[in-house]
C-alpha cells in the first residue's frame, strides 16, 4: 500500500520553546478511545489549546494566528512518555510534515517515520536561534531537503545535515509501505521459524 | 569466541534478516495486544485483506479503558465500550486469544502475561504499550511499539528495528528497611534524567538486583521507559525459574526442567563489553517521592525540592513552570504535605506483594478521612489472591474499598480520575501534567510510601512505621 512521501518542504514554522514535552501533552488519553486514524488533530495539545471552560487559550502558539507553518518547532525531549501513535497521527492530522528539536524520544521518533512526519534533530545552538528568530519573525520560513538531508533557515542561511536512517530515508522518499516490505519476505521468516522458533 | 552480552544473545538469535545500514527484522515470540492500540492496527489488515500471521502468538486483554467497579454491567462510557467491543470483534474474526472484562484471567496487560506464564526467559514481546518493558525482569526483549508496529507483528509476526545501545547499571551495596524497588528505579531515573538513557536498553545487574523477588524485578524493568530507554532486562537466575515452577501451566512448555537447562546460557559473559555502565549504592537509596512533572524530578521523601534541575545554573522556565503546576516551590520539603488521593496499582505496583506492602502499614490502622482511595488489583488473580490471603478484609476495615483490575488512575481513561488541583500520592509510573486527569497533581512513590501517605493524610516518610 503506498504511503505518504515526503521530498522538499518549504515552510513556514510554528514555535513550541517547552522541553520535555511528553504525548500525554501532545494527545491526552482521553483522547485515545477511537478505533481509526482521523480527527486526531482536533485534540492536538488539547489540554494547552483549550482552558477548562472550553474557550480557547489565547496565550498558546497555536491559536496565535501569526504563527502558521507545517514545521513544529520544539524544545528537547520532545515526545517523550507513552507509545502512543496517536500523538504523531494528531500532529500529522493537524498539519505539521516535520518536527524540528534537539532531542527526541526513541519512540516517538519511530512513530513518526513509519507516518511521513519527519523528525529532524538540530544542534541545541541551532535551536534557540531558530526559536529566538521565529519568535521575532513569524515569516521565518525553512527549506527540508530530505534527499539531501539539510535543513536550511532562508534568512539567515544557516544549514545544517541532518541524520536520518538510510532505510527510513528511503521509505520516505518513495512512499514504501514497510509492511509490504515484510509480507515479501515470508518465506525467510517461515525459515526462521523452522529452524530457531523456541515455541514449536 | 566472542563475549556477548544477554540483550545481543536475545537479539542476535531473533534476526530474520538484516537491512544494510537499516534496521534489523526482528522475529517476535510474543505479542501482547490490548484495546487501545489495536483497532487501527486490525483495519490495516482488513484493508489489506491478510489474516494474523501467527494467532496462538498474540494475547489480548482490556486493560486501559475499562471501569474499576460494577465491571459485571456494560461500560457505560460509549467510546469505551466501543474499543472493547471491537477488540472482542477482532480476537473472534483473527482466532486471537482474548480476556476480555470477566474473564479469570483478565487484568492489566504486564500483570497478566508474567502470572500465566506466557512470559518466558530468552523471548522477544512488544506490545503497544510502553511499559512493555516490564517483561524485560525475566530475561526478555520486550518493549512498547506504536499501531503500525503492532498491525506489522500481527501481519508477519516480525518487527522492523533499530538495534539501540548497551547500557549496564549495577546496583551494589544493602538496601535499607522501607526501600522497595520502586525506589531503586526512582532513584535511578532522578539521577540520571528522564531522557538520561535514550537511545539505549538497560541491562540491570548486582547483588542488590539479584536479591529482589520477580515482581520486584517487574517493577524496576518496568520503569525503564521513564529513563528513556527502550527497555530494561535482568538476568534469569533460580528467583525466576522458582517463580516459573509456581505457574498453574506453561503456554507451549511440557518439562520446564528442561527449558530450565536451556536458559542457563541466558546472561552476560564475564567480559562483555558494553556502550556505557552506571554503578549505584543501594545503601544510599531512601523511600522516594517525586515533586514535578516527569518522573526524573523526584527526590528522597525527606529531601528538599531542588533550587533547579541543574546544581551548577538557574532554574529553567520548565522546571519552574512543573512546579508552578505542581502548586510547589523550590526548596520545600514535602513531608507533612497534605494529599487527597492515594491510588495504589497499576502494572508498576499492582502484584500481590505490593497489596501485601501496602497491607503491612494500613493493618489495624485507619484511612484518613481527607483521603480518597484507590486500591486497584492489576488483575482478577491478584484480586483473588488478596480474597484469600484474609488481605481484602484487612483493607475493609482500615476503610479501603478493594476496586477490581484494570488501569484505572495511572492514565485516568475510565473514570478513575484525579480532580483538578488535588495531590495524588500513586503507585504507577507517570505524573506528567494531566495525566491522572486535566489539572491531577501526581506525586509518584512506593507501596509503602502510599500506604503511609493514606494513614497519615500528609506525605510520610514510611519508615517510621518498621522498627
Request: glycine share 8%; proline share 5%.
Amino acid at each position: 500500500m503506498p504511503k505518504v512521501k515526503f521530498e522538499i518542504l518549504k515552510s513556514t514554522c510554528v514555535p513550541l520553546p517547552f522541553e520535555n514535552v511528553d504525548t500525554d501533552q501532545i494527545i491526552p488519553a482521553r483522547f485515545l478511545s477511537a478505533t481509526s486514524r482521523e480527527g486526531f488533530g482536533d485534540n492536538l495539545f488539547r489540554d494547552w489549546r483549550y482552558n477548562k471552560n472550553g474557550e480557547k487559550n489565547s496565550e498558546f502558539v497555536l491559536n496565535n494566528p501569526a504563527y502558521i507553518g507545517k514545521v513544529l518547532v520544539a524544545g528537547k525531549n520532545f515526545g517523550s512518555g507513552s507509545s502512543r501513535e496517536h500523538a504523531v497521527w494528531a500532529i500529522f492530522d493537524y498539519g505539521f510534515r516535520a518536527v524540528v528539536s534537539s532531542f527526541f524520544a526513541d519512540i516517538f521518533m519511530n512513530n513518526a517515520l513509519n507516518n511521513g512526519l519527519l523528525p529532524i534533530v538540530i544542534s541545541e545552538k541551532l535551536l534557540k536561534k531558530l526559536l529566538d528568530l521565529i519568535q521575532q519573525n513569524p515569516a521565518t520560513e525553512v527549506i527540508i531537503d530530505l534527499e539531501k538531508q539539510t535543513f536550511t533557515v532562508i534568512s539567515t542561511g544557516d544549514s545544517v545535515i541532518f541524520g536520518i536512517n538510510p532505510y527510513k530515508k528511503e521509505c520516505l522518499l518513495k512512499g514504501l509501505d514497510d509492511i509490504d516490505f515484510l509480507l515479501s519476505m515470508k518465506d525467510l521468516i517461515t525459515g526462521y521459524e523452522t529452524n530457531k522458533s523456541m515455541l514449536k | 569466541m566472542e563475549a556477548k552480552t544477554l540483550f545481543d544473545k536475545i537479539w542476535d538469535s531473533h534476526i530474520v534478516s538484516s537491512i544494510e545500514k537499516g534496521p534489523d527484522v526482528l522475529y517476535i515470540d510474543r505479542h501482547f495486544i490490548h484495546e487501545v492500540t489495536s483497532p487501527q492496527a486490525f483495519n490495516g489488515l482488513k484493508q489489506r485483506g491478510i489474516p494474523v500471521f501467527r494467532p496462538q502468538k498474540t494475547l489480548a486483554t482490556a486493560d486501559h479503558n475499562i471501569p474499576t467497579k460494577d465491571q459485571h454491567l456494560q461500560i457505560r462510557d460509549m467510546l469505551s465500550r466501543n474499543q472493547v467491543q471491537r477488540l472482542s470483534e477482532n480476537c473472534r474474526e483473527y482466532g486471537i486469544e482474548f480476556f476480555g472484562i470477566n474473564h479469570p484471567n483478565n487484568g492489566i496487560v504486564h500483570v497478566i502475561g508474567p502470572e500465566l506464564g506466557y512470559t518466558l526467559p530468552g523471548m522477544t514481546i512488544v506490545c503497544g504499550d510502553s511499559h512493555t518493558s516490564t517483561h524485560g525482569a525475566f530475561g526478555t526483549i520486550a518493549f512498547g511499539i506504536g499501531t503500525s508496529e503492532v498491525e506489522m507483528v500481527l501481519a508477519t509476526q516480525c518487527i522492523l528495528q533499530p538495534k539501540p545501545k548497551k547500557i549496564r547499571i549495577t546496583v551494589e551495596g544493602k538496601l535499607q528497611n522501607g526501600v522497595t524497588s520502586k525506589d531503586i528505579i526512582m532513584y535511578i531515573i532522578s539521577e540520571i534524567s528522564a531522557s538520561g538513557a535514550t537511545g539505549y536498553f538497560v541491562e540491570y545487574s548486582g547483588s542488590v538486583i539479584r536479591e529482589l523477588s520477580m515482581e520486584a524485578r517487574m517493577t524496576i524493568c518496568n520503569m525503564s521507559i521513564e529513563m528513556g530507554a527502550r527497555g530494561g532486562l535482568i538476568a534469569p537466575d533460580d528467583i525466576t525459574y522458582n517463580y516459573l515452577r509456581q505457574r498453574p501451566s506453561i503456554p507451549g512448555i511440557d518439562d520446564i526442567e528442561l527449558s530450565v537447562k536451556q536458559w542457563k546460557n541466558l546472561k552476560s559473559d564475564p567480559g562483555a563489553s558494553f556502550d556505557r555502565e552506571l554503578e549505584f549504592d543501594g545503601g544510599l537509596i531512601k523511600p522516594m517521592i517525586t515533586y514535578g512533572t516527569n518522573p526524573g524530578m523526584g527526590m528522597a521523601i525527606d529531601g528538599s525540592i531542588p533550587q533547579s534541575e541543574n546544581k551548577n545554573s538557574e532554574a529553567s522556565s520548565s522546571f519552574l513552570k512543573s512546579l508552578d503546576y505542581m502548586g510547589l516551590k523550590p526548596g520545600m520539603k514535602l513531608l507533612g504535605h497534605p494529599i487527597d488521593y492515594v491510588f495504589i496499582g497499576s502494572c508498576t505496583n499492582g502484584r500481590i506483594e505490593d497489596f501485601r506492602a501496602f497491607a503491612k502499614i494500613i493493618k489495624g490502622r485507619k484511612k484518613a478521612d481527607t483521603v480518597t482511595a484507590l486500591i486497584v488489583p492489576g488483575s482478577k488473580k491478584v484480586e483473588e489472591q488478596m480474597a484469600s490471603e484474609g488481605l481484602t478484609e484487612i483493607y475493609k476495615n482500615a476503610g479501603f474499598e478493594v476496586r477490581q483490575p484494570g488501569c484505572s488512575s495511572c492514565l485516568a481513561m475510565n473514570e478513575d480520575k484525579i480532580p483538578q488541583g488535588k495531590y495524588a500520592v500513586a503507585t504507577s509510573n507517570r505524573n506528567f501534567e494531566g495525566r491522572q486527569g486535566p489539572g491531577a497533581r501526581t506525586l509518584l512513590a512506593s507501596p509503602l510510601t502510599a500506604a503511609a501517605a493514606a494513614i497519615t493524610g500528609i506525605i510520610s516518610d514510611p519508615r517510621q512505621f518498621f522498627n
